[in-house]
């Protein structure tokens, strides 16, 4: 992991201390699926992987919609998120049919390295929601003809870092297993899930529920996702500025930064979520920045200058 | 009901060929022409459902009904009318709540697999559905029947027709509706929930013409239009459903035949049109789907002697299919050829057959069928059956876009049966007759959709592998007295249909039951004539299924009750009758999520002239 993080160099993404939206992609009404030739959607280094069948219209993975429908049940209209808007009134938003799962991972094509994703927000499907309120031809009403069945439909989110599983995140996207049948709910709104304090490269979604068949889960496998808050990127492409050397990676109590450039420079210090925690003024030559005051972990500092930047990843130890 | 035992000889007519076989190795259940006159159904399928061992699928009035045999699924039903096969080439299946009761006049079940004699898909059974020509009858040919009973079943039948020794025209009208509002238990401490969007109207006109030629050569004409319309209701687990669907359905057939002194040849064609539309507003579906048949039959018998005959087949059947599942419409053409040798000697009947189909320009398996009968004594009979039987994919399976496999293998495998016939010799007042049919039946490369690994969509595969065997009891006992007739009928049947082999989705253990097979069935009958009064009386009870859900439906009891009146007059026969339906009340379930009516009541009016 030391290894990892120090051979990369370091970016901060143009979503950092912001998020991800979508409303570039769409305006209200529309949705895109296919995403041909690219089999996905990228967004700052996000890479939301999709399939997509046209001559069949369908597909597996990620869609970006904006549009608006709350009452229309069935799959023709399974591109609407049930509040019929993206997170903070926001127009647009991302639509996962997570069948069996999909994922997010870093566009490989742009960026190697890891990420970090603060938090989310999530909601349901109209086509899921009302689904699961009323019932269809093939799946049931959550609570069953008598109301009683304990019914959930889970989000199982998953991170990743070189393979290896860092977090499992559990999120009911509907649950009716409480005692009391007043307490079940459906979600309905966008509900902001907050991510472990990790670094990963890749994040896969998954979808369980209750009511299930033969030929797999009854009830239908999407879910709506929006504003991916304060992505951080590792980049090692995107580094425009040289002249700058961290002397020391691993840091008690100072910083050790060397410039060569012939003018003065901003720095920054970011901590895992991407907030800036740091800034101040790079001189020529040896700088010694106090990180006295960081507790012990990981953190980045951003050098920029004429629009050209520099990044890199240090420890702060005792 | 009648055993198969009336037709397990091979009665060779020394005078003129007979066109229908009347051999047989195989447990046959037919229906009682009497019972389908003084108890009219609505469709085929509730005949099946009643008087038969058939399990039919279907959640009442107005709702699909497909059908299981000895653990076959519906696709394993081959449904002949007149001799032709009639089922959905895109599906391989045949709707029986489609089939007006009016419009038929015998209704047999050939049980087991058979596919050298009844063609492709007779691995469960066969369903004979067959128009009866009845050249006694001269000059007016008229009844009419009129059922109006609870949750808004108002139906009318009429046939009438005129005819002579030479031809008959003979038309029958249907009209049916329904509203099925029924209610239905959810549980003990909640209000009966009531069914929606279930009505159903329906009707639909069947002309026949029959012309004998000479007294050789007959030529018969049919005509079959119907539509019916009918809202699909909310499952128990639903809120609400708005979705509908009209089906259409043009036949047309046409068949010649000459019979001479040991031989007898007949010529048939059919065309059939059948269109389906399913809408639902809420999801924004509006699906058509439509198929074409053109069908050519031809068969050939001659008798070799006293004691062999020999039949040869040939037909041809071409399928035209358009449905936006599809990426183009599809055309297949069949062509099946098939020989039949029946032999007799003193007490030993034999039948050989072998049927050879391709379909387009790839050769479907050949399948042989041994068949035997022994009657040692007049009061029973041996007989038994093996056959290699098969199912070619159904059209969807082909051709459903983009995971369609046109290089689906046919479902094939044996089945071999064994039954004893015995008759009672006739004491005092009473006749009956008991029989018992063992049948084992292997069938590979079952087709079922799965999602296969790594695919995001379903596809038709050759995955499974069943095993079926199963013993099936008949027992039918006739009793009369002055003025009084008695008959009874029952029927159970046993039956294990496992899967032989685990797959992981669908999600199928080795050694479970397929779902919705019960491994038990009862059937019976009770009919008391006496003087003009008619008493009918229906029990059956379904054992426990497996549904798709992974649920158990427990088994249950259901009894019928059908109280009648007749009176003559010089020329016409009128039956009045009041039915019970679900006599006790009960609640049960045939599909899961699918509630059923409670008691309720129909009356009936038939009447006719003889």
Not at chain 2, 152 to 173: S, T, V
Not at chain 2, 324 to 350: C, F, H, M, P
Not at chain 2, 409 to 438: C, M, V
Request: charged share 20%; aromatic share 12%; hydrophobic share 35%.
């Amino acid at each position: 992991m030391t290894k990892l993080f120090t051979l990369l160099l370091l970016l901060i993404s143009l979503g950092v201390n912001g998020q991800i939206y979508f409303e570039d992609e769409v305006t209200t009404g529309e949705f895109i699926n296919d995403s041909s030739p690219e089999a996905g959607f990228t967004f700052d280094n996000l890479f939301f992987p999709n399939t997509y069948d046209a001559d069949f219209d369908f597909w597996t993975g990620w869609a970006i919609s904006a549009t608006t429908d709350v009452t229309t049940a069935g799959f023709m209209n399974q591109y609407s998120a049930i509040s019929g808007e993206g997170a903070s009134g926001t127009p647009a938003y991302a639509v996962s049919f997570a069948s069996p799962e999909s994922y997010i991972t870093l566009d490989l094509d742009q960026t190697s390295g890891m990420l970090t994703i603060p938090s989310m927000q999530v909601n349901n499907s109209t086509y899921t929601y009302l689904s699961m309120r009323d019932g269809d031809s093939f799946a049931k009403k959550f609570g069953g003809e008598t109301g009683n069945d304990p019914d959930f439909f889970l989000l199982t989110i998953k991170t990743y870092l070189e393979n290896d599983l860092q977090d499992s995140i559990l999120f009911y996207l509907a649950d009716y297993r409480f005692e009391d049948n007043s307490e079940d709910y459906l979600v309905d709104e966008w509900t902001k899930i907050e991510f472990p304090n990790v670094v990963v490269d890749s994040v896969t979604f998954g979808l369980s529920s209750s009511d299930n068949g033969m030929f797999g889960m009854n009830t239908p496998a999407y879910f709506c996702a929006d504003e991916f808050g304060n992505p951080l990127v590792l980049n090692v492409k995107d580094n425009t500025l040289s002249g700058i050397t961290l002397v020391n990676t691993l840091a008690s109590s100072e910083l050790i930064i060397k410039s060569d450039l012939d003018k003065i420079a901003d720095y920054q210090i970011f901590g895992l979520h991407g907030q800036a925690i740091q800034k101040g003024k790079i001189n020529r030559g040896e700088q010694y920045l106090s990180v006295d005051n960081l507790p012990v972990g990981k953190y980045w500092i951003r050098v920029q200058q004429d629009g050209l930047q520099w990044i890199e990843g240090f420890v702060k130890m005792n | 009901m009648k055993l198969c035992a009336q037709k397990d000889t091979l009665a060779l007519p020394t005078v003129t060929v007979q066109e229908k076989p009347i051999f047989s190795g195989e447990q046959i259940d037919q229906s009682d022409e009497d019972l389908l006159r003084q108890q009219p159904a609505t469709h085929v399928g509730e005949i099946l459902a009643q008087s038969t061992g058939v399990f039919v699928k279907s959640f009442g009035g107005g709702s699909s009904a497909t059908t299981s045999i000895r653990g076959g699924s519906a696709e394993h039903t081959r449904v002949l009318w007149n001799g032709l096969p009639i089922e959905n080439p895109m599906l391989g299946q045949l709707d029986f709540s489609l089939l007006p009761a009016i419009f038929i006049d015998e209704v047999a079940v050939h049980y087991g697999g058979n596919t050298a004699t009844w063609g492709n898909g007779a691995i469960g059974g066969t369903v004979q559905l067959d128009n009866k020509t009845d050249w006694q009858k001269k000059n007016l040919i008229a009844q009419y029947t009129a059922t109006n009973g609870a949750f808004g079943l108002a139906q009318q039948g009429l046939k009438i027709g005129y005819g002579n020794e030479k031809f008959q025209f003979i038309n029958r009208i249907f009209h049916q509706k329904a509203e099925n509002d029924f209610t239905y238990f959810i549980s003990e401490n909640l209000p009966r929930r009531q069914q929606t969007n279930a009505a159903t109207k329906q009707w639909g006109s069947l002309q026949e013409f029959h012309y004998k030629i000479t007294p050789r050569q007959t030529l018969n004409a049919y005509f079959w239009y119907q539509t019916v319309d009918r809202q699909l209701p909310p499952h128990a687990a639903q809120n609400q459903s708005v979705a509908f669907q009209v089906d259409e359905t043009k036949r047309l057939s046409a068949d010649w035949q000459y019979a001479g002194d040991d031989w007898l040849i007949k010529a048939q064609t059919a065309w059939y049109e059948e269109d389906l539309r399913y809408v639902d507003s809420l999801s924004g579906i509006d699906d058509l789907s439509r198929f074409n048949t053109l069908l050519g039959q031809f068969t050939g018998t001659k008798n070799i002697g006293q004691i062999h005959r020999l039949t040869m087949g040939l037909q041809n059947t071409f399928y035209q299919a358009n449905t936006d599942l599809y990426e183009d419409g599809v055309t297949q053409n069949r062509i099946a050829i098939w020989l039949d040798w029946k032999t007799k000697w003193k007490k030993l009947s034999l039948e050989l057959s072998v049927r050879q189909e391709w379909q387009d320009e790839k050769r479907l398996p050949l399948v042989p069928s041994f068949g035997a009968v022994y009657r040692p004594w007049k009061w029973a009979t041996f007989r038994g059956r093996v056959s290699r039987n098969y199912r070619s994919p159904n059209l969807n399976a082909l051709y459903y876009f983009p995971t369609g496999n046109p290089d689906l293998l046919p479902e094939s495998g044996w089945s071999r049966e064994l039954g004893l016939d015995i008759h009672f010799i006739k004491a005092s007042n009473w006749t009956g007759s008991y029989s018992i049919t063992g049948f084992r039946r292997d069938i590979k490369n079952w087709i079922r959709w799965i999602l296969p690994e790594g695919s995001f969509s379903y596809a038709p595969t050759n995955i499974v592998a069943v095993k079926s065997e199963g013993i099936e009891h008949r027992l039918d006992l006739t009793g009369e007295a002055k003025n009084t007739i008695i008959k009874v009928s029952f029927g159970y049947n046993q039956l294990r249909s496992i899967h032989k082999k685990s797959i992981a989705r669908p999600q199928i253990a080795a050694g479970s039951q397929l779902v919705y097979t019960p491994k038990q069935q009862f059937f019976s009958t009770l009919k008391i004539n006496h003087h003009a009064a008619l008493l009918i009386f229906q029990h059956r009870f379904t054992g426990e299924v497996s549904t798709l859900n992974n649920h158990t439906l427990p088994g249950y009891h259901l009894s019928d009750l059908t109280l009648g009146y007749l009176l003559k007059t010089k020329r016409w026969q009128h039956q009045l009758s009041l039915r019970i339906n679900n006599l006790w009340n009960k609640n049960y379930r045939v599909l899961e999520r699918r509630g059923m009516p409670g008691r309720h009541l129909s009356f009936s009016l038939n009447t006719r002239l003889f």
